[in-house]
């Protein structure tokens, strides 16, 4: 059972406006959540994350809310430069077996800016 | 920065074959695993480790298993390729919340 959706598939948006990619999860025991863009043939980079103890993020030109009562997160990206065009990956991040953290995924979303 | 390296970034096999793809990190993580990703599946979890010589399965296990003889490599091996085995995999280490991933083998069983 997935439990970390995006359901958008695709977003396609016009350069120099808002991108609003977004996730919603149903584990409650998730602490951390985490963004990650990925070009075609190459591994995931990490973008920015949230704790569960905070509402927003912000770093440039990109801010993660968090809505813990509606287990929904969203990516801005602000302004949407053509660079930005890439898949991107929710995540969330809990405690696993063994000492280590576990990550789950979403399906992704593929953002297209058009100059 | 950590890095994550993955043995080949491409690679064709054949169906029946045993595969092997190797995984290294440089930063001392305790945590590494094993994702594929697919159009509209996203990434899914094969197995993880916590520790040397420790495994855990993930999602979808069957098909492969690992090894993790030293802290730093982490290997994936497909037992007896198959064509559903066609797919873009992932190599990923971690210290706490973040996961830091490697570039990906594509690998194609023909």
């Known amino acids: 059972d997935q439990q970390v959706k995006q359901n958008s598939p695709s977003l396609s948006v016009q350069e120099g406006r808002i991108s609003i990619l977004n996730c919603d999860y149903t584990n409650s025991m998730f602490d951390y959540f985490l963004w990650y863009k990925k070009y075609p043939a190459e591994g995931p980079t990490f973008l920015i994350s949230i704790s569960s103890i905070k509402d927003k993020n912000e770093d440039g030109r990109f801010t993660v809310f968090l809505n813990k009562s509606a287990k929904h997160l969203s990516l801005h990206i602000v302004p949407s430069q053509p660079g930005d065009s890439a898949v991107y990956f929710c995540?969330?991040?809990?405690?696993?077996?063994?000492?280590?953290?576990?990550?789950?995924f979403g399906t992704g979303t593929s953002l297209t800016v058009i100059p | 920065d950590v890095k994550v390296t993955q043995s080949s970034r491409y690679l064709v096999k054949r169906t029946g074959e045993k595969v092997f793809l190797e995984c290294v990190q440089d930063m001392d993580h305790e945590n590494m695993f094993w994702y594929r990703q697919d159009p509209g599946l996203g990434l899914r979890l094969i197995y993880f480790s916590y520790d040397v010589k420790m495994k855990e399965k993930g999602d979808i296990p069957e098909g492969y298993s690992v090894s993790r003889e030293k802290k730093e490599r982490f290997s994936l091996i497909l037992e007896s390729a198959s064509t559903n085995q066609t797919s873009m995999y992932l190599c990923?280490?971690?210290?706490?919340?973040?996961?830091?991933f490697g570039p990906g083998t594509r690998l194609t069983v023909t």
């Open positions: 990923a280490s971690s210290l706490r919340h973040v996961v830091n």
């Open positions: 995540a969330a991040s809990g405690v696993g077996r063994g000492t280590g953290n576990q990550f789950y």
